[in-house]
């Protein structure tokens, strides 16, 4: 049998859909982000990241490296196992402490990723609790939604940040019956923040469990990095907090945190935990210097905002179709799979600018856009650059500015 051909025809399906994804082969330079070598099919290139997610550039932060070079040349590379065989070594248990410490929780968990976190803690989770009813955005993210699903219990999914259907789902459970809120607190598309204390309000009202995913917040938000909640001053009311190392924290891996009892429970039931080889020392160590760099530093959180906020503002005065938000993403309105893929490529191979584009099913169909995230280290200059590339591109490819849509309606 050709087995060739199945997955031939699976990729002519993403290529009809135009939703076949390429990737721009980069090599970012430590002490310049987000400046970065692109490995073109025509040799290499200079060209500026504009939608890292590293997003206050800590991946190159001296004291990150320092500590990642530091603790590899002592303790070498890998962690030697898992967790129960070899693999629970002091940065490890250092990080934990550190990540209990930003959430204000007693305890915390290490996981090989912010995926891995979601999908085996909130199945883990929602399965000890028995006739569990899950309530889930319906944005959340497909981390999530994997979690909800390996829960194997029943699962309602409310509308986006949504109050009223969430509070009416709560109240159609009735009281007695187990429930797990799950959300997240700043959702990565769009930049819309979830309405946190109001979820918390709803939760105490109708004795539900909350689980928050504060993956694109925390490092960014609040006084000591600890996310929206911290900003909110709700963080000691919602029961689990997860996050990233890999995002604001410029390194790798994932956690949860929360009370003593439900974090020991993961951790000793959890298969995406038990099962596989704990993070390495160096990574660890990396994470703990970012995050502790993050807890007394305000000068990143402060510039990231500002850089967002100016690119806003240049963008929009310039009529490009910025989707509004309070928060530091830029989302670019496309609303075409072609021309979001065409625009990207031009700004790339024109411009030396790099931003991805996100079509389906990363956003919904027709909603394709261009995603744009500002760091501290993108100055004046690359802003007025990144506007004029757009102009230029947005006239190639005839998509819209604002004024034009308005006067068109
Ligand atoms: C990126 C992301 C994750 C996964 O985190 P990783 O550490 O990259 O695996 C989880 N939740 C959300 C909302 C994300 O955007």
């Known amino acids: ?22 990737f721009a082969d980069l090599e970012r330079i430590a002490g310049r982000f987000p400046h970065a070598v692109w490995h073109s099919p025509k040799g290499p290139r200079n060209v500026v990241i504009w939608c890292s997610n590293d997003y206050l550039g800590m991946g190159q932060h001296p004291k990150v490296v320092g500590a990642m070079v530091e603790t590899a040349t002592r303790v070498g590379t890998g962690a030697g196992g898992t967790r129960n065989i070899a693999g629970t070594h002091h940065p490890l248990v250092q990080l ?22 979601n999908q085996t803690g909130i199945s883990t989770i929602a399965k000890l609790i028995p006739n569990c009813l899950i309530l ?6 497909n981390s999530m939604i994997e979690g909800v699903r390996q829960a194997g219990c029943e699962r309602q999914i409310f509308r986006h940040n949504d109050m009223a259907h969430l509070e009416e789902l709560l ?6 019956r187990p429930k797990l809120i799950a959300c997240e607190s700043l959702y990565s598309m769009d930049g819309d923040i979830a309405p946190l204390s109001k979820i918390c309000d709803l939760a105490e009202k109708y004795g539900a469990m909350t689980y928050v995913d504060e993956v694109h917040a925390v490092g960014m938000y609040g006084p000591r990095g600890g996310g929206i909640a911290e900003r909110d001053g709700v963080m000691h009311r919602i029961d689990v907090l997860e996050g990233t190392l890999a995002k604001a924290f410029g390194c790798l891996g994932g956690y949860i945190a929360g009370k003593a009892e439900i974090i020991d429970a993961v951790r000793s039931y959890a298969p995406g935990f038990i099962f596989t080889t704990a993070l390495p020392p160096a990574i660890c160590s990396a994470a703990t210097a970012a995050i502790r760099h993050l807890k007394t530093s305000n000068w990143e959180r402060e510039r990231h905002q500002d850089r967002a906020a100016r690119v806003k503002a240049i963008l929009n005065a310039a009529g490009l179709p910025v989707m509004s938000n309070d928060t530091h993403i830029v ?9 979001c893929k065409q625009a990207s490529d031009m700004l790339l191979e024109e411009h030396g600018i790099y931003i991805q584009p996100i079509n389906y099913p990363t956003v919904a169909k027709g909603t394709e856009r261009l995603r744009i995230t500002p760091s501290p280290y993108h100055d004046d200059g690359l802003i007025d650059r990144l506007a004029e590339a757009l102009l230029q591109v947005w006239g190639r490819l005839g998509l819209p500015l604002k004024q034009q849509s308005l006067a068109a309606e």
């Not at 109240?171 to 007695?176: K, Q, S």
């Open 1 to 22: 049998m050709d087995y060739s051909k199945f997955f031939s025809a699976a990729l002519n399906r993403l290529h009809d859909e135009r939703r076949y994804r390429v």
């Open 96 to 117: 934990e402490q550190e990540l209990a410490d930003l959430h204000g929780k007693q305890a915390s968990l290490l996981f090989t990723s912010g995926y891995v976190s």
């Open 171 to 176: 109240i159609a459970a009735g009281p007695d």
């Open 136 to 141: 889930s955005d319906a944005l959340n993210h």
């Open 331 to 339: 989302p670019l309105f496309v609303g075409d799979p072609e021309k």
